[in-house]
C-alpha cells in the first residue's frame, strides 16, 4: 500500500509511513489543540512533493490560514500563488447553477441554500477544515448521510484526505464520523498526572491496514510545528 506523508515525521513513524494513499482520514481535538497546523503540516509537505492540493476552508479565511503556516515556519502563500494549492472558503460558494459532480458533495436535493464549491480535478491531497460547521442543526441520520457521501466522493477520486472535525462537534453526532473515514487521530488536552500540568496528547485510536501502537503520544506546538515529546515518539 502506498502512503503519504502527515509531514510531520514522527507520526509517520507510528503509522508505518504516512496516511494510505486515497484514504480518508479525521482529525478531531479540541481548541487550541492544533488541527489546521496538523493540516499545514500535511498541505505543506504535499505541496513540496509536487503534488497538487486543495484545502476547503469553513471558518477560517484563506490568509489566515497562510498566517498560520509562516508562523510555524511552514510557507504555503507560494504554493497558493502557483495555484498547486487551491484554497477555497466553502461558506462563500453558495451556487446552485453548477453541475460538476464535486459541487454537490456536502448537500442534497432539499437543501434551499446548497452549499457548493469548485475542486480542481487533477488534485491528490485535500482537507476539509472543518466538517462540524455542517453539523449544526442537522438531524443525526442527515449528517451521517452526507458525511458518508463526501468520503465517498473522495475515494472515488482517489484523493487522499484529511477530514478535520472540531469535538464539540463529534461528540454531539456520537462520534459517527468514525465510522466513514479510514483513520481517526484525536489531538487532545488533558492533566498529566504526574505533573499536574495541561499538556496536548495525540491519540492514534484507528487506521486500517495499519499496524498501530495505542499509546497516548505527548506533543508541543512549537515555533516549528508539531513536534512530538522525545520520550514518547519512538516507542
Known sequence: MNRISSGIPEIDRKIQGGFPEGESILITGEPGTGKTIFAIHFLYNACKEGKK???????????????????????????????????????????????DKYSTIITNENDPQKIKYIVPEDIEIIVFDNIGTFSIGEELREF????????YVFAEAKWTALIIMDATAHELTHRI???????????????????????????????????????????????????LSSARANR
Do not use: W
Open 53 to 99: 492540493c486543495a484545502m476547503l476552508a469553513t471558518e477560517e479565511t484563506p490568509e489566515k490560514i497562510i498566517k498560520h503556516g509562516k508562523s510555524i515556519g511552514l510557507d504555503i502563500e507560494s504554493f497558493v500563488e502557483s495555484k498547486q494549492l487551491t484554497m477555497i472558503r466553502i461558506l462563500e460558494k453558495r451556487i446552485s447553477s453548477l453541475e
Open 144 to 151: 451521517r448521510d452526507k458525511l458518508e457521501t463526501l468520503a
Open 177 to 227: 464520523a468514525e465510522y466513514s473515514t479510514y483513520g481517526t487521530i484525536r489531538l487532545m488536552i488533558k492533566e498529566n498526572p504526574y505533573t499536574g500540568k495541561m499538556e496536548r496528547y495525540i491519540y492514534i485510536s484507528k487506521m486500517r491496514d495499519t499496524e498501530l501502537s495505542l499509546d497516548i503520544i505527548n506533543y508541543n506546538i512549537t515555533k516549528e510545528g508539531i513536534k
